[in-house]
């Protein structure tokens, strides 16, 4: 998968998809073989808002330059615009925190493993074997990750036997993703390992039983994490309260607000450290006509020197 | 749906399938519209080895009697059959139960939500519409359910907005389904109303809150419920403890072995009643040859009884 | 307090109250001698909307016919005003229900239980004994029920010592509210004994201890039951599910929009009945319009007959 | 174990047991051979307080007469006696129980499960065979059982494999104990089964697997249920809400204080149905010292006739 | 708020409260508009037992000097001498733990919300605009701050839209408190930001969402968190485990005794490091007469040091 | 304890303690007067597999060197081996953590309280008199720990008066075992003070309060920990998920098995750092024959190094 180019960006729009003229793409076979599919052009359709390039596995291409400013956020940040358009599903908390100061940044690969049943998992694994794939395990996910990305697995929360991997496959995981992350509604295992590795982790729970007992039933289709539906491509945005899943076409919103609010926190602080103004006088919005305009006015500079700041690079 | 004749038994078994020689069989469009798709052929490829007919929408088709028969069964006398089968994940309970003292039997017809995403529940209306569908709502799927079906939901365990029916649409189902019965991984409200229908129900907690903020994702595709993996058409039985899903292909096996376990049961009761026996002399095995013997012969006459009775049905 | 006839309606408003010509209105003594006192005006402050007449306590007086009424409502039908009203923090559940299929309505008569602070309720009990009361227990607020009351009690969920009644004043409470009903975030004890008496309960425990370990810091003021603020005379409404505190100025619409929805589930299951509309057709509103306008015809005639039904009495 | 005749009573107590001329007394063999003994030595010694003859196998036996009075107990009844003479840890609940309505009395027939470790079962299980002892089963236990027994049983909560009994060892438990009962800190199986035997049951949980992964450490040793310590003999009297173990040389004094609380309450509640008196001018003791002899000469009066009527039995 | 001195010691007591004699003190309007009032005069008398000044609010003015040996607390001392004094219930755990090697001393400044329910909410914010006050919000509690205060809010444990600071706000408090702290029984938002804050905290969850759906009813009012009533004035002290809420008249003798634990455990410490002893030798007081009087010796000779040291400052 | 010689290895085997042959060895006497009684010889003859020499009280002692090796063990190593073995129970986790990065290793003391009873325990301290010894309270048990030990106490998950030790006896038990560690199915007080104490522990809560309410019930017995039943000697590991207890008789495979993992674990890391490798071509099993070769000579040559390394020691 390493050194694939990404492809040019889609194009594609609901209307476009709805009269058949979606860009044919066609993404490499092993997709098909699990229970679930999710075609790449069933991605691209679902995904067709985002306006950025794509991945060579069809996923939206949140742009590295975004996703290193995305570090900076914070829940909150992401919060306020999401609220404002109707996003209210798209937070998930309960997990532990592998390195709590350590934020994560990445794009979603998604994972979806289901209870073990073989009459089911048997025809999966023939059909994979026809289709020339060897196996349906958690490495066969592992394998196709990209750099930048976070991996996304549900487990449904299952601890023991539940462990998408140990320190070895963590390892791996931040070698391959050059450090992105992970988010499993599940567990782990090796937590000794993996707190010596440097790369942010959320999981339920940990165990020192290997994973059994479940089957792999979908890689790179829409997946559940807690009370969020998470779409292959999603910027995943992990601080020590909990995760983001940012869709895409909303990401250089929620970036230029960020910047705002980064502005508007230095400010009031600024303000509070004179020791003159109640709470209330300064935030969240100075109530004497005279600070609101010297707030106006340090935000406008402020956000011109980071533009400026931002601009060489 | 109501009055179409049910297909004849589908051949396919997984060697046929991967020579491609599957039997086509197109199923009605609505299926196709949902986020997730699973056709009638993947449907059909999933659950090859279920030895009936199908019903019209590809499902395997429980015969009837067997249903009846299903109605004695309860939890042990499953777990007997399926754990020797390898089958460990197929119970689920924590549910409360509507009527405790009514055994819930049918073939399941499921349904699956994930948590609303507008952007993603755009395309899926779209083109749900582009294929002459009116809506994805709860009411698109209880309005497909057939006599003898089991509605199986997975709502993810929400309480709140996570009420798959009122009183109404409980009793339409019933009509529906012929008192057939609901498992939902969710909740209902109208508790009183509901309490009253007789139709045996499973669900994890009651709310006035009418569905919502939610999406439909899939109408007959795989679900989880609790630990288990439910396949549509998978026999449903609930009983005081909670809710076996039953893959076809074992059902004539339960049957068979509940037989026999009735029998044991009975005549071990008949024993301990005779007050001369500890418990370990006659259970679960008899250690005296002689009780061992008049145990088979008991076993082999009341078998008999039994098949006689049922034959002239 | 028995016989002493309730007070004219107040016409006290918002305005009214603000400006200062509230209508002055002592209450007696006693309310004035725990930790939190809410006076008797107070009290018709904050119930200014309410539209009916006081109990001499000063609580609204929800009617007795309308009191009636209300034993047809589920939360549901409750439900449907409140939240169209923005009254959204109504309803409490997570009780054990003594007799669920006895749905249990009443005014509100509130007590509040604070853990125990021997510094704090020392004074408490020498200002009481002051003003010429005996005691700060249970009982003191016991002995003031009246008729129509529900007994609704914040122990903040406290299980030992945390029982509110036993047998012998659950049969009081029952005898001097008319078999009006029990709340309490907290638990009671005696169930053999309670269970055999006719009159609603909600409660999160049973255990074998009495009260203890806590003071009484309050009679008819406002009390938190979950995540509802309750306000003495609310109409409290139990059934199978949960507990509604509905505001008195909400009563009415309530009853009325009931009314309607009991015809429309009666319309609705006849056409279901007929077996010839799938369940969207008909609920929850008519697709066709002469079905739409049969409904209509037959929501007018069955309101004129509930209504001349309801005139005589 | 049927038929032997219950032994004289033991008049050893602490001062006896500490100068060595302790009743020598041979229990059969099989209660050494598990990973804890506690012998019968053992077990006169920590329960030589205890007023009445003992049974065969050395546990106090609580006369049946007393356990018939006993019958008509509460938990707060026997709480009043308990708190008094310092016993606070005698209660546990949190159980399912099957028969709600049916009070449970017997003599505690205590069973240890701990978690399976094969090398220290193994070593049991040869001291089992060799000391001519079979196995090491729940059955083992259960066909020890004795009329007027209630099986309690210490499977630390285990759901999955904890399940002590399914129906047919319940029905022979019922057979065996005369309807006596269980308590198991664990669960059972086959729930539809059970319920319609006529013996109360409390469990934690109900599971369709058998029991497993466990071993027996312990028959008639002290147990822990709950926050309780149980001893072999304990009565064991369980209602709507939990259990209570109540150690023998206490029964007397519940029984005589129950006597009063009846009477007690009778008299209260007919008090309150006159309507004349708040519930603090009657209980828990009247105030006016008129009605306080009014009710000292009704409960002398009341416990001489009950007096009188258990005599002739 | 700043450089309002405190007013001189309430001579107030029990006695003296009753003959009516107290203190006029007229506390600044504001806490008159809420839901629940809590007068100066109330909140006096209900701390008549406090033996130091108060705060231009009324409150009970730990010194500042105690505040500072306080800081050397932990929850066991204190522990120590309330149970001794009756006081069980001032001890609050179950929180996350902001900074955990940081203890926090302050004095407790109440604030209470309760679930939102707009007729009551209306007549407040009306009844608070009269008086003068723009409005009824966190902030408004948040600014009446004073140094040396801990911030402490029942927030009922809500989550969601349970947050009373941001990392704004949590700034502005640290700075108006000099860093004094912040307990809630409920959450806060923005952990990333406040946790480079240098204050202690303590509570219930952590959430993005801002605070709502609640409304203000109580500053400096008796306050529940979790088992304790709060009063205003109370001198909080938290460590690693959990959160004290020490009566003012109890301060003196906790700091005390704490000195004396200090030494008691430094001589024990320092007995155990010399192999000799085993520890029910030395601890928790020593067998042997000679080391108890060594003991002696130690604490008298350090309790000594202790105090000369403390003199100068 | 301290000084004395352990004695040589137990040559008992199953066989031979059957025979009646096992070694005589006379155990002081303390642990005989608790409640439960496990003789030193009962404990020689349930460990009789271990290959070790025994400490002075009959634990089997894991010698020091093998200790030393095991602080390199984490949960999954020992799980391997253990599972393969059939040991499935000997883990158990949700502990509080008090040094996550230190791992903890020792031979089993174990402790057993049960909820306080005083007909029982009077008994039992009247026996403990009679037999010489002062008490049976936590200190009892705490001053037979030797170096190398850690503390295994079963107090029932109780946090309020479940607390095995504050900062002072866990300064003593730190100082006995030297360093070794303690693992309580309860709570400990005083984390503050604990906190700066270099022992690991583990424990369920934190609590103010002193141990209370409870028996010392026995010592060196077998108890129960979670899901495991830990036996005295059994060699306890610590890691930051959980704790293993490993029977002696499996220590040296556990040990050397790991020492190839952490090789397998060394290789896999450096093909992985090539960046040439998909996951599933080097883990858990290289795929091609030259690297499966490669990792044998590794392999081979890493191991004789280790083991060279260790001999001079």
Excluded at 106 to 120: K, L
Excluded at 228 to 236: A, E, Q, R, S, W
Aim: charged content about 25%; hydrophobic content about 35%.
């Amino acid at each position: 998968m390493i050194g694939i180019a990404s492809i040019p960006r889609g194009k594609s729009s609901i209307q476009a998809l709805l009269c058949g003229c979606a860009i044919a793409f066609l993404a490499p076979g092993p997709i098909h073989a699990q229970l679930f599919t999710f075609s790449t052009q069933e991605l691209m359709d679902y995904t067709a808002q985002e306006p950025f390039d794509r991945l060579s596995d069809g996923r939206p291409k949140v742009p590295n330059d975004m996703m290193e400013r995305a570090r900076e956020l914070s829940s909150e940040e992401i919060w306020a615009v999401l609220q404002q358009r109707g996003f209210n599903n798209q937070y998930a908390d309960g997990f532990q925190v592998l390195h709590p100061g350590k934020t994560m940044v990445g794009r979603a690969f998604t994972v979806q493993f289901m209870p073990q049943r073989s009459d089911v998992d048997d025809i999966a694994r023939a059909k994979a074997k026809n289709s020339g794939r060897a196996g349906l395990t958690n490495q066969t996910a592992i394998d196709m990750l990209q750099p930048g990305d976070v991996l996304v697995v549900d487990l449904f929360g299952k601890k023991v036997n539940g462990t998408i991997v140990g320190d070895n496959l963590f390892y791996y995981t931040m070698k391959a993703t050059g450090g992105g992350g992970l988010v499993v509604d599940g567990s782990v295992r090796d937590l000794n390992g993996i707190s010596e590795i440097d790369m942010p982790a959320y999981f339920r729970a940990v165990d020192p039983t290997p994973i059994g007992n479940v089957m792999l039933t979908g890689i790179n289709i829409p997946i559940r994490i807690g009370g969020v539906t998470v779409m292959p491509g999603d910027l995943v945005v992990g601080d020590r309260e909990g995760v983001y899943f940012i869709p895409p076409q909303l990401v250089k919103e929620v970036l230029d607000r960020a910047d705002e609010i980064h502005i508007h926190d230095e400010w009031t602080k600024k303000k509070f450290d004179e020791g003159k103004y109640k709470s209330s006088e300064i935030y969240s919005t100075p109530t004497d006509p005279k600070l609101q305009q010297e707030y106006q006015e340090y935000l406008k500079r402020r956000l011109e020197e980071i533009r400026k700041q931002r601009s060489p690079k």
